[in-house]
């Protein structure tokens, strides 16, 4: 059986950021998974969430959860991002000041997003991006 | 140490508190959270930042961190404490910087996270 959640996130609707990982991190610590894999689940989730925030016009996660696998799907309505192989340097920001002042667009999203994740995919035009991450349960 | 202890090394003001009795050995002084939630691998570890507002208690709750010491006194919102109670985070608030924070608790055995 798949469980599936759905979150609408925001443009730069900071009071609000996070509150989608808040969820998720609350929902897997109540199913029992191993704390270490919901750090990094949540780490993912969290980070994906702030960039929906501060780069996209918007978008939404889904988290879905059977016996074997967690996937957390990030989809956005653009405006993309030109230069994927840029965005994934640590230390490459495009982030505007008023996500600097909230402690983030230090151009580390990307990449912590592919160190904590299982699996790591992401795609981009200027209709929206979509990032795919999967962590198998042991 | 605990809390009691680290608030008076720093003269500072217990917002919220949470498990009194809890023992910390390390800190993590950062105001960029990608780079707290890159580099922090210790839930028992102290968030000092200056960064006063949602995302310092998210980044903290992700990482299951239940300590953060505000420095550079900072005003913090009735919102940002009903937070961190809602989510069990021991907030402290300093007037201290954060450099002479960091350097009271090192000086006091606090160390610093082994990264990478």
Avoid at chain 1, 96 to 111: D, N, Q, T, V, Y
Avoid at chain 2, 39 to 49: E, H, S
Avoid at chain 2, 51 to 68: F, G, H, K, P, Y
Avoid at chain 2, 69 to 93: A, C, M, Q, W, Y
């Amino acid at each position: 059986m798949t469980v599936t959640f759905e979150f609408n996130v925001y443009h730069e609707d900071y009071h609000n950021a996070g509150v989608a990982s808040s969820e998720i991190k609350k929902y897997l610590t109540q199913i029992g998974l191993n704390p270490q894999l919901i750090r990094r689940i949540v780490i993912c989730s969290y980070e994906a969430e702030m960039n929906v925030v501060i780069h996209s016009y918007g978008g939404k996660m889904v988290l879905s959860i059977d016996d074997n696998e967690i996937k957390l799907e990030v989809t956005d309505t653009g405006p993309g991002i030109p230069d994927i192989e840029l965005a994934m340097q640590e230390g490459y920001s495009t982030a505007p000041l008023s996500a600097r002042e909230r402690g983030f667009g230090a151009g580390m999203g990307l990449p912590n997003m592919k160190k904590n994740a299982d699996t790591f995919e992401i795609a981009s035009s200027p209709q929206g991006t979509i990032v795919r991450l999967a962590w198998g349960i042991l | 140490m605990k809390i009691r202890e680290i608030s008076d090394l720093i003269h500072g003001e217990i917002l919220t508190q949470f498990n009194e009795e809890k023992d910390y050995f390390t800190a993590f002084a950062c105001d960029l959270m990608s780079d707290c939630l890159a580099f922090i691998n210790d839930p028992n570890c102290i968030l000092i930042t200056g960064l006063v507002n949602e995302q310092s208690l998210r980044t903290a709750e992700m990482l299951d961190i239940d300590c953060i010491i505000f420095v550079r006194g900072k005003p913090i919102s009735k919102d940002i404490i009903e937070l961190g109670k809602k989510h069990n985070l021991t907030l402290i608030l300093t007037k201290t910087t954060l450099f002479e924070v960091s350097g009271i608790l090192y000086q006091a055995g606090i160390k610093p996270l082994q990264i990478r």
